[in-house]
């Protein structure tokens, strides 16, 4: 039997498009929102070894575990941003979708960047 799956963060799926620049007429890319704060489970993974410096600056990555129901539509060129208590956060999507056992959730795994 599958565990249940608690649905209670809110996340934006994003898919990049391109645009024209109205003054210059280059190709600019934006995004287009294909699911607007819908319910899923994320959870952060622990990283080690997540921060890095290279010339003189210094990064670290965020990994998590994205798990949401598999009606929502996800690609792996899409983006994330997670709407929580402390602000929203933009995250890449580097893995899946893979369906899980259930048969009724998809899971992505995500990873975010911060300077400093």
Known sequence: MATMIRLDDRVTIERKTKARDPDYGTEVDSWEVVADHIWANVQDVLSSRGEKVQNGLAT?????????????I??????????GRFGDRVMQIV??????????HVECMLEGYSNG
Do not use: S
């Open 60 to 72: 670290a990555t965020q990994p998590a575990r994205l798990r949401l129901r598999k009606f929502h």
């Open 95 to 104: 893995a899946g979708p893979a369906l899980l056992d259930d048969r009724m």
């Open 74 to 83: 996800v690609t792996p060129d899409m983006r994330v941003t997670l709407h």
